[in-house]
């Protein structure tokens, strides 16, 4: 026993540990300052002030939002199953918090004659475990759902199963060309290729507006959000939730659209990449220096496809439910195997 404990490096365990925890901590911050960016980014788009009564510009206003659910009273139906009651929020929770383990959000930082990576786990099946856990989120939603003993939150949780696992198989095959040209499943090796190949964008742009539209549905975004639609289902698959179990709900949309624009990023902008087709090596900066500039650069890219989030939603008008599902069916799933197709034999053209 003493021999496996000092066999483990203490200091890899810390270095992870605190880095779990700085991400953690961050994924928090940015999805309840995105409650407030979006409300600010409906009132410009609208001509109107949004939040502006509490602290300077309204930046308070999303503390004071979360200490109104922390304060409200907690209901919990007497029909209901308290057990899954509160295992679906939880589990919508930590599913969208799990995905952030295989982004890399920076380049290695050396600190104390060490070298530590900016990135939780480079597993080489990135990916995968990506799809598996984003697989796991609509469990959050459907035992939600059902142990509502509501058929208003049953409706809206039979909507988002469907939605997300209709759209999940889009996603997929629009990923499949992606991984022809790139020849890995692992992110941050697809993040190192686009230093030195330039960004997936430029070889993918129809596979990247496949993903993009498929990760509205995946999050539940307008025109995609037939899993509440107020004016159908009362709020559909969390209208029996209140207090922090709602809050729950509520944050872990707002982590899922964070971590979707952070996988978007590094899948096809060059994730912590700063310029496209240029070698940012001859700057001659430090080491610790580069890797702060780049994840800067991912935190930008990150925040401008949250903004194309927000400004899509207040855009374009909620679609029927036979909408949605003719668009994932009928339009995007022969899409994506059209470009995996033209990919294909363009590599095969290639090649020969």
Same mark, same amino acid.
């Given at each position: ?45 609208q ?17 004071? /939002? ?19 009651f &509160? *295992?679906?929020?939880? @589990?919508?929770? &930590? ?26 786990? /480079? ?51 629009? #990923?499949?060309?992606? #991984? ?12 190192r290729q ?26 539940? %975004?307008?025109?995609? /959000? ?13 209208a ?13 949309e ?38 702060? @500039? ?10 401008? *496809? ?6 899509? %939603?207040w855009?374009?008008? %909620? ?13 995007? &799933?022969? #899409? ?10 363009? &590599? ?5």
């Amino acid at each position: 026993m003493n021999s496996i404990l000092l066999s483990v490096d203490w200091a890899l365990v810390l270095e992870k540990t605190l880095f779990i925890a700085f991400i953690i901590s961050i994924s928090l911050v940015i999805a309840m300052y995105t409650t407030y960016g979006e409300r600010k980014i409906a009132a410009w788009i609208q001509d109107r002030h949004g939040p502006n009564r509490a602290g300077p510009f309204g930046l308070l206003q999303p503390l004071a /939002d979360g200490l109104k659910l922390f304060f409200k009273e907690e209901i919990i139906p007497n029909s209901s199953n308290k057990f899954l009651f &509160i *295992l679906g929020p939880s @589990l919508a929770m &930590i599913t969208a918090m799990l995905t952030g383990a295989v982004i890399p959000w920076g380049d290695k930082i050396e600190i104390f004659g060490r070298s530590i990576s900016l990135q939780i786990a /480079d597993v080489n099946i990135g990916i995968l475990y990506v799809f598996g856990v984003v697989s796991l989120g609509v469990y959050g939603i459907m035992i939600g759902a059902w142990a509502s003993n509501n058929k208003f939150s049953l409706m809206g949780g039979l909507r988002a199963a469907s939605q997300i696992i209709s759209y999940e198989l889009a996603m997929g095959i629009a #990923l499949i060309a992606l #991984l022809m040209t790139s020849g890995t499943l692992s992110l941050g090796e697809m993040v190192r290729q686009q230093q030195t190949g330039g960004w997936n964008f430029f070889i993918q742009p129809l596979g990247f507006l496949i993903f993009l539209i498929c990760a509205f549905a995946e999050c539940n %975004r307008t025109p995609f /959000d037939l899993a509440e639609a107020e004016n159908e289902l009362i709020g559909g698959y969390h209208a029996e939730y209140s207090s922090m179990k709602l809050g729950f709900y509520l944050f872990a949309e707002y982590i899922n659209m964070f971590i979707s624009s952070a996988v978007m990023a590094s899948l096809y902008f060059g994730g912590y990449d700063i310029i496209p087709f240029y070698d940012e090596s001859a700057w001659g900066l430090s080491v610790n220096t580069m890797a702060v @500039l780049g994840a800067l650069a991912l935190f930008v890219k990150i925040l401008l *496809l949250i903004f194309v989030f927000m400004w899509v %939603r207040w855009t374009i008008p %909620r679609f029927r439910y036979d909408q949605l599902m003719n668009l994932g069916w009928k339009g995007l &799933i022969p #899409l994506a195997l059209f470009n995996m197709l033209i990919t294909a034999a363009f &590599i095969l053209f290639l090649r020969k």
